[in-house]
């Protein structure tokens, strides 16, 4: 068989976007199914659960680093020269900047590194700013 005869039994999709139905690109990405089939064998959820137990300790919120610390959330406020009040409501965000989670963690004397990883590299450190959070000088950087 040459490959012209190959790619003429190769199927082509001709269908234009308004032959095909809204709802055919909706799939159902819930968990839900997965962790069904999990609770029904004892070995496979003791497994999970087993996985689970490693990852939660190795997580912590913010409120909870400030209390490993045995720091409370005015010590933090002195620190980063804001109210008590704002120290919660920082703890409870999910989102903000890494300028500001690290102000948190270097309150806690504590450092933040960040670490990106890639399935075909090794991990990266990234450096977000600098200590002064200055440009550097040309001069400085050839030396």
Known sequence: ????????QVPVDTASVDDVQPDAWERDL?????????RSHPEARAHYEAIRGQIEQH???L???RK??????QHIAEQLQMDQSEVSRLE????????TLRSFVRAT???LHLIAT?????????????ESDEPTSPASATN
């Open 1 to 8: 068989m040459n490959d012209s005869e190959r790619l003429e």
């Open 30 to 38: 819930s968990m839900g199914p997965v962790f069904e089939r999990i």
């Open 59 to 61: 997580q912590a919120t």
């Open 63 to 65: 409120a909870q680093v």
């Open 68 to 73: 490993a610390r045995t720091l409370t959330q």
């Open 92 to 99: 409870h965000r999910s989102n903000m900047l890494l300028s």
């Open 109 to 111: 004397g504590g450092d």
């Open 118 to 130: 890639f399935p075909d590299a090794e991990p990266v450190h990234l450096l977000v700013g600098t």
